[in-house]
């Protein structure tokens, strides 16, 4: 247990540090998070005789990563496409084999790694990074952004009927930082409120073949978990509208849940009880991240969807 803490405040402090910093810090730790990821999924499916691109896929993990720092979608495209291309010549014509298999879960692991690290980027840049003598965009500056993708489609009248708060604290601090911090909070109370809630409350299996831990009234306390800090963090530290915080919480607690499920499966297909001992006591980088590889992604898009930056 003392492990356990000691490493977890070690995490944490880490984690802080890159996120406020922001810049080449936040995106060469994301590519190094990505890399290990990688090696844990490689050394899993190895285990049942599953073969990755081990070399060829942490390179497209480096160039796709780099590509999301430097902000080039276009180039994102072009990486995976090729990446594809190169991985299924490698396992036909340099290897010999006739397995589909190796090719399909090297493709699929570079995906299911390189890009939600690459969203994880784009959000926490978000904000375009200032030219000398420019200010840096805060959280004040997009918690006053009223533009939505709803008022687009003139349904603005009907969410003007929804309450509207303002309980905002001062907060200066970096859009993309902010994001960030609401991202992970939320993302971080899903695990916590579904393992407490289950935990006293639970009776229901919610998927027992794939996890037989996990419960309905665990998921549901998630839900409420979530939302009820998505609020706090984003609404009352941050400023952001109080139902699209909400909403944010409600959709992080099911991407959490589904992304969990997701390896839990990938656990349960290849045998192991921790992907790895990156973090002693926590696990290894999949079973810190695998909630993240689902929030990051959907939670960047909803924060586009919805104008909040």
Not at 88 to 95: E, F, G, H, P, Q
Request: aromatic share 12%; hydrophobic share 55%; net charge negative.
């Amino acid at each position: 247990m003392a492990l356990r803490i000691i490493s977890g405040i070690i995490g944490i402090a880490i984690a802080a540090f890159v996120i406020q910093y922001g810049g080449a810090p936040f995106a060469i730790f994301a590519i190094l998070l990505s890399l290990i990821a990688w090696h844990e999924y490689s050394d899993a499916f190895r285990r049942v005789g599953i073969v990755t691109t081990y070399i060829f896929g942490a390179l497209t993990l480096i160039i796709l990563l780099c590509c999301a720092w430097l902000g080039n979608i276009e180039e994102i495209f072009a990486v995976m496409t090729l990446s594809m291309i190169a991985i299924l010549l490698i396992t036909v014509i340099l290897r010999g084999t006739t397995r589909p298999t190796d090719a399909a879960v090297s493709i699929a692991g570079t995906l299911y790694i390189g890009l939600p690290f690459a969203h994880l980027i784009f959000l926490r840049f978000l904000a375009d990074e200032p030219l000398p003598g420019e200010q840096v965009t805060t959280i004040k500056d997009i918690a006053a952004n009223g533009s939505t993708l709803v008022n687009e489609f003139n349904l603005g009248e009907v969410t003007n009927l929804l309450p509207s708060f303002d309980f905002g604290l001062t907060a200066n601090i970096d859009a993309g930082s902010a994001l960030i911090w609401i991202l992970f909070a939320c993302t971080w109370a899903s695990d916590i409120f579904a393992y407490f809630v289950g935990s006293f409350f639970g009776s229901h299996k919610l998927a027992s073949a794939i996890s037989p831990g996990k419960t309905i009234e665990g998921f549901l306390g998630s839900i409420i978990g979530t939302i009820f800090t998505a609020i706090v963090v984003g609404t009352i530290i941050f400023g952001l509208p109080f139902i699209k915080m909400a909403t944010a919480g409600f959709i992080i607690a099911i991407a959490a849940t589904l992304g969990d499920l997701t390896e839990s499966v990938l656990k349960r297909f290849t045998g192991i009880k921790d992907s790895g001992i990156f973090l002693p006591g926590h696990g290894g980088v999949l079973d810190r991240f695998d909630s993240i590889f689902f929030t990051a992604p959907i939670f960047y898009y909803y924060i586009l969807l919805m104008g909040i930056a």
